[in-house]
Nanobody
Framework: VQLVESGGGLAQPGGSLRLSCAAS????????MGWYRQVPGKECELVAP????????NYADSVKGRFTISRDNAKNTVYLQMNSLKLGDTAVYYC?????????WGQGTQVTVSS
């Protein structure tokens, strides 16, 4: 299993970023995918999961109405569109696969929201 996150960077408050997670090594279309995030020194937070068909989505209260998770099963990629970014969204974002996945594991991609 390989997950490669990308798209992180620096954004201003109110700005947008789109994260991508390219997956390989398993049957992507059969698995729940999603995103966690973690601020250093704080607990890992589940941002949003997405079912194999993309039909059931639950967001953390902290990102509802601002973030959108989606997936393209033809491209083996899951996305996180982040709009109206806030300072509190600053974190390392981790893609995950499967409902039993280890939270906040892997390379991750850094998102920094700063004015």
């Amino acid at each position: 299993v390989q997950l490669v996150e990308s798209g992180g960077g620096l954004a201003q408050p109110g700005g947008s970023l789109r994260l991508s997670c390219a997956a390989s090594g398993f049957t992507f279309s059969s698995y729940v995918m999603g995103w966690y995030r973690q601020v250093p020194g704080k607990e890992c937070e589940l941002v949003a999961p997405i079912t194999p068909a993309g039909g059931s989505i639950n967001y953390a209260d902290s990102v509802k109405g601002r973030f959108t998770i989606s997936r393209d099963n033809a491209k083996n990629t899951v996305y996180l569109q982040m709009n109206s970014l806030k300072l509190g969204d600053t974190a390392v974002y981790y893609c995950y696969v499967g409902q039993g996945a280890t939270p906040c594991w892997g390379q991750g991609t850094q998102v920094t929201v700063s004015s």
